[in-house]
């Protein structure tokens, strides 16, 4: 079977990291879009943060980026993952800045739970429908009062803006958005290959 090639418009894919950002959040679309490069030619996905060395993740995780805003590639799909880091980076202007010039050339420009709020300050959420976790929506319809917040959904797109709810949702958004690009045939190859079929103990 021939390996298909990545799609020119979407070759690099840049997930935003910063101390204190919730890991399954930007771990979650890691594993999404690693799966579905192992089936492409040609996608690279990899991390960006402001500087180099360890970053310390909400939960203690901690990470190496693979660049720094200095040196990242131009990015096709940037990922701004949330966490309780987003209230400390909401006002680093450095961050705010890069995140702002970096998406402008974007084919799609996503988040996950409280990311939002990190890409409404920085411009591409402005307006627009959005969403985040179910315990910050009150919270970011203050922040963000041009923009209209949604509740009760796992992602939503408005245009080129994807955000998603909280967590867990990101793998969601990332294997729709998967979908989006490359077809459904291959988010659906993906999403097996990670063995993704949601069935958590004691739900009610």
């Not at 959040?25 to 890691?30: A, I, L, M, S, T």
């Not at 690279?44 to 943060?49: I, K, L, M, R």
């Not at 939002?116 to 307006?127: D, N, R």
């Amino acid at each position: 079977m021939t390996t298909p090639e990545a799609k020119p418009h979407v070759k690099n894919i840049g997930i935003l990291l910063y101390e204190d950002a919730e890991e399954l959040d930007y771990v979650g679309p890691w594993e999404v879009f690693k799966m579905a490069a192992m089936q492409l030619e040609g996608l690279n996905v990899f991390t960006v943060a402001e500087r180099e060395g360890p970053i310390r993740s909400a939960n203690g995780l901690r990470v190496l980026p693979d660049y720094t805003f200095d040196d990242a590639p131009p990015l096709d799909v940037v990922l701004v993952p949330g966490g309780q880091g987003t209230r400390t980076e909401a006002n680093n202007q450095v961050l705010l800045d890069w995140l702002a010039k970096a998406s402008e050339p974007c084919t799609w420009v996503t988040s996950v739970c409280t990311g939002s709020m990190l890409l409404h300050a920085a411009g591409p959420a402005q307006g627009r429908r959005i969403t985040t976790h179910w315990g910050f929506i009150d919270a970011l319809r203050e922040m963000a009062p041009d923009a209209e917040v949604v509740t009760d959904t796992r992602w939503i797109a408005d245009g080129n803006v994807v955000t998603a709810a909280g967590v867990s949702a990101g793998i969601d958004m990332a294997l729709w958005l998967t979908g989006q690009i490359w077809g459904v045939d291959l988010a659906r190859s993906t999403q097996k290959l990670m063995e993704y079929d949601p069935a958590p103990p004691y739900s009610e």
